[in-house]
């Protein structure tokens, strides 16, 4: 069976200053017609720091959405037609200050696939040295140093909420086998 939608119309709802609403009128595979609210996302990256003693940089922030100040990795979305791995270098640059020697990219998935575009750009960053952070003007950072055995042990006890940092934490701990 073919589970493909077809689009038989779109409608552009809402453009922001990254972000679009989307709304599309699509024929499902049983023949019905339904809607679906679709937000347009440049994509994003994230990204795992690791110094030469073993710690990783986390940025502890408060997401109005969620209404919570959770500790995530470092990311940032990127600008349309911008390279991943050097928007990895920026972000990473930006929230914590850290400059990387190497950036290696890791995989890519999507974070709302029921109703997002976005999709995130996963990088290890190694032979990182401390620089001076540069967050934008309405980003209020605080930056914390966890080992990997930390930071897997917070994700399985709830600590870490956030999916990409979720994401990016087992995937680098199943990398080097922790």
Do not use: W
């Not at 999709?119 to 309405?138: C, E, I, P, R, W």
Request: with cysteine.
């Amino acid at each position: 069976m073919d589970l493909r939608e077809e689009t038989i119309s779109s409608e552009d709802i809402y453009k922001g200053s990254f972000l679009s609403l989307r709304k599309d009128i699509v024929r499902l595979p049983n023949g019905k017609i339904s809607s679906r609210d679709i937000v347009v996302h440049p994509g994003a990256v994230v990204v795992v720091a690791i110094d030469d003693g073993g710690y990783i940089p986390m940025v502890r922030q408060y997401r109005k959405a969620v209404d919570d100040t959770l500790l995530e990795l470092p990311a940032g979305k990127m600008e349309y037609g911008e390279d991943p791995g050097q928007c990895a270098l920026r972000e990473l640059a930006e929230e914590t200050g850290y400059i990387a020697d190497n950036i290696r990219p890791l995989t890519a998935f999507y974070s709302t696939p029921g109703f997002s575009t976005e999709n995130m750009y996963l990088f290890l960053a190694t032979g990182v040295t401390k620089g001076t952070s540069d967050t934008d003007d309405d980003e209020f950072i605080e930056v914390e140093h966890y080992k990997l055995d930390q930071l897997v042990e917070m994700v399985m006890a709830g600590d870490i909420k956030d999916s990409k940092s979720i994401v990016g934490i087992l995937f680098v701990a199943r990398l080097l086998n922790r």
